[in-house]
């Protein structure tokens, strides 16, 4: 308990302001609170960083003295993250804005305050404040509990437009007013996600039910077939040759006859049918990639893009080249100007007034869509 108060009391004095509010501070003035990952907290807590912001006087101490005060200020910041201390590339690179973040600095405060640090490792350590995020999001927590979640969630909710605050006043009640307003966030992304793979699910079962208009054609010819065959126990000779022939596909697909009864009087419509409901449902899934892309660029981009009287185009990269032509000896055409294709993304610009932005909507993985400038 000393150690703690003791930490915290050097984390006041050295930043004039929480650890979180700091951390957030620094991701909100940057502009792009992404960008932060376990490399940058590295960085921004540098004591040499820290020196050359004004916010350590070391004019007055010796040499012993400032290398016993940058001794306890490593110690105390290895203390908080025990994780700045890996060499896992994983880790190193891990965006201070993720879950993974979350559940991994969770873990280590949950553990550490057990004393169980030495005998636990990082997977394990990281289990346990996917535990706790869990029990956040499902039921109740105590008051130690969301202690462990002070951080992160004032760490999510800097780069998050609609939920920003500034943890000015970091009395308890704000603190916890805090976790509960991440965890209600997270709530609703959480049954978003939930919501796209039952959308999903409805999409690929439409989209491995789609078939070519000949394909759809021969399978309703083959139900009537089937259903003459059930009711009579047999198939006239001169419809097994017409259909070995293809004259009744020909005439349906053409729109002149009915295989049978049974069969959709319009093979056209029925192909249509089937083909919008796989573009809805296309639609549907393809809706929450963009906005999934949206939700992660910055608050101003997001707020350019959103601009009165913003004009969107959809553009291809052109280069010019000022080479000169190499004269090979044959008679070439030679065209100076060139288009570039980029793989797997679709470009568009977004000009405000005499300004322009180029934006690429860039698949990467899976499930995962992010928006570039």
């Not at 405060?109 to 490792?121: D, I, L, R, Y």
């Not at 004259?247 to 192909?271: Q, T, V, W």
């Amino acid at each position: 308990m000393a150690k703690t108060v003791i930490k915290e009391w050097l984390f006041h004095q050295v930043l004039a302001c929480s650890l979180e509010k700091y951390i957030f501070d620094k991701m909100v003035s940057s502009g792009y609170p992404s960008y932060f990952t376990v490399s940058s907290l590295k960085a921004i807590f540098n004591m040499n960083e820290l020196i050359k912001e004004g916010r350590v006087n070391i004019a007055h101490l010796d040499a012993e003295q400032r290398n016993g005060l940058n001794i306890m200020w490593e110690n105390h910041l290895s203390e908080e993250f025990p994780f700045l201390q890996s060499q896992d590339k994983n880790i190193i690179a891990m965006s201070l804005q993720s879950q993974d973040f979350a559940d991994l600095y969770t873990g280590y405060k949950a553990v550490n305050h057990m004393g169980k640090m030495a005998e636990t490792s990082s997977e394990e350590i990281t289990a346990v404040g996917r535990s706790l995020w869990n029990m956040a999001f499902s039921e109740s927590i105590t008051i130690n509990e969301a202690g462990y979640l002070i951080l992160p969630s004032v760490i999510m909710m800097a780069g998050n437009t609609t939920h920003q605050s500034d943890p000015e006043d970091y009395s308890l009640s704000v603190k916890l007013a805090v976790v509960d307003k991440y965890i209600q966030y997270q709530k609703k992304v959480i049954a978003s996600q939930q919501d796209f793979i039952v959308k999903y699910n409805d999409f690929s079962t439409s989209l491995s039910s789609w078939v070519s208009k000949i394909t759809l054609a021969d399978s309703i010819i083959d139900d009537c077939f089937t259903s003459e065959f059930l009711k009579t126990g047999t198939v006239s000779p001169k419809k097994e040759l017409m259909i070995k022939s293809g004259s009744i596909r020909e005439g349906y697909m053409n729109g002149f006859s009915k295989p049978c009864d049974a069969a959709p009087d319009s093979l056209d419509k029925e192909y249509e049918k089937l083909t919008r409901d796989l573009s809805e449902k296309f639609k549907t899934v393809n809706r929450f990639f963009i906005n999934n892309a949206f939700s992660l660029i910055e608050k101003s981009e997001l707020d350019f893009i959103s601009s009165a009287g913003a004009k969107v185009n959809s553009i291809r990269l052109f280069m010019h080249t000022l080479l000169p032509m190499i004269n090979t000896g044959h008679d070439t055409y030679y065209d100076p100007n060139f288009y570039i294709d980029v793989k797997d993304a679709d470009l568009f610009s977004v000009t405000v007034g005499n300004e322009e932005m180029v934006y690429a909507l860039k698949k990467k993985i899976f499930h995962q869509t992010p928006l570039i400038k």
